[in-house]
């Protein structure tokens, strides 16, 4: 089992800027990606971003050049301890909560960030709200 704990957050204006932050603990093997979704009031999650253990990244449309993901390894290990997630330039059709997750490395971060039911690990969520 993996327990991951998002803090970060919050209300900002148009164009403002956010950083929400994951730490994960517990089964190191359930995290060789970690990555962040939202879900919007009324609507279905969204995968936002994701990264693996190597660096690499990966990021929807609706985000890229926005969103940057980053994060740490659990030390002397391939495995991701902490990841966050900054939100620059946002808008208010960002508005949703945001949840962070993380799932092992058969699990290509395309078809998780497609389909979020893969996913095996979540946070509890926190939530951002943008104003106009």
């Known amino acids: 089992q993996v327990q991951l704990v998002e803090s970060g957050g919050g209300s900002v204006q148009l164009g403002g800027s956010l950083t929400v932050s994951c730490e994960a603990s517990?089964?190191?093997?359930?995290?060789?990606?970690m990555g962040w979704f939202r879900q919007p009031p009324g609507k279905e999650r969204e995968g936002v971003a994701s990264?693996?253990?190597?660096?690499?990244?990966?990021?929807?449309?609706?985000v890229k050049g926005r969103f940057t993901i980053s994060g740490d390894s659990a030390k002397n290990t391939a495995y991701l301890k902490t990841a966050y997630l900054r939100m620059d330039s946002l808008k208010p059709e960002d508005t949703a909560t945001y949840y962070c997750?993380?799932?092992?490395?058969?699990?290509?971060?395309?078809?998780?960030?497609?389909?979020?039911?893969?996913?095996?690990?979540w946070g509890q969520g926190t939530q951002v709200t943008v104003s106009s």
């Open positions: 997750a993380a799932w092992p490395g058969h699990l290509t971060p395309e078809r998780v960030l497609r389909d979020p039911t893969s996913v095996n690990y």
């Open positions: 990264l693996h253990a190597d660096g690499s990244t990966v990021y929807a449309d609706s």
């Open positions: 517990g089964s190191i093997y359930g995290r060789v990606f």
